[in-house]
């Protein structure tokens, strides 16, 4: 009996992740392979008529079940790129996603150009945002605030894959136990911000694989702006930015919350597909 080859067994797959209901089912069967084989993809095109050995073809099939029962690529992989760097990823947090870049290009233009400051990464998770950060200003310190002691041992590894240990940690802890409010030059998160009842409509690949205390953000997702509002209203030194990801419909409402709690200076920006994405405040004078 003739072995498969690359081709058969790409379209054999994209059959299955097809009926699975991905969008871009070739173009994930593809890239499954790549990873898979170690292949780049102009090399499986031209092996596509050559046989799978045996032990890649059962590899490539554990793969591709995992995806077909909608596990994201990126746990598949075990990695994720954000912001030009690569990121450990798994079920322990949410998977660093492209939107998020425009927070962090938000916080780094609020951020003072000089030496020695220190920011904090409210819910770090993954801490995408946190090393994003820091490898954009080498000059500047962070902490990684997280309440999930799970997800706080993957931003630890991720802080760590980076080389950043000397100047940056992960605490865990609630934002409302943590005692360094008065410490830090910038804050920066993306907190939970879905509705509750929105949940369950979400993609499987969400729904199923992120960790729900990520994701839920109360009855109008927006529970989290207001606990970190009063927070920085009350214990955020004069001038400190605070940098927020929303949910692309809350632009209007995280600004009342932040106005109401104090804070000065509000604006907000769009990701690349030109949703609303980002908000910020001052913490005023006085």
């Not at 927020?244 to 690349?272: M, P, S, T, W």
């Amino acid at each position: 009996m003739n072995r498969p080859t690359y081709t058969d067994l790409i379209v054999e797959a994209a059959g299955r992740l097809r009926n699975a209901g991905l969008e871009t089912p070739q173009r994930e069967a593809r890239h499954l392979m790549s990873l898979a084989s170690g292949l780049a993809m102009s090399d499986l095109i031209i092996r596509g008529h050559q046989a799978v050995p045996e032990s890649l073809s059962d590899a490539f099939g554990r793969m591709v079940a995992r995806r077909e029962a909608r596990e994201p690529f990126q746990h598949i992989a075990g990695s994720a790129s954000f912001f030009g760097l690569e990121f450990i990823s798994d079920a322990r947090a949410l998977v660093p996603r492209p939107d998020s870049e425009v927070v962090v290009e938000a916080a780094l233009r609020l951020l003072l150009d000089r030496p020695g400051l220190s920011i904090a990464d409210l819910g770090t998770g993954s801490g995408c945002l946190l090393v994003a950060m820091l490898s954009a200003r080498p000059d500047v310190t962070g902490v990684g605030i997280e309440a999930d002691a799970d997800a706080a041992s993957l931003g630890a590894e991720n802080i760590a894959r980076h080389g950043l240990e000397a100047r940056a940690s992960v605490m865990v802890s609630t934002w409302k136990d943590w005692q360094g409010w008065q410490d830090v030059d910038l804050i920066i998160s993306n907190p939970p911000y879905i509705c509750t009842d929105v949940i369950a409509t979400l993609d499987p690949e969400v729904r199923m694989h992120d960790p729900a205390a990520a994701l839920d953000g109360g009855k109008d997702g927006l529970d989290a702006y207001r606990e970190i509002a009063g927070l920085a209203r009350t214990f955020l030194k004069p001038g400190t930015p605070l940098v927020l990801e929303i949910g692309f419909d809350q632009n209007r409402a995280v600004r009342e919350i932040l106005l109401a709690a104090g804070l000065v200076g509000v604006g907000g920006g769009k990701d690349l597909g030109g949703n609303d994405r980002v908000v910020w405040a001052i913490q005023p004078d006085s």
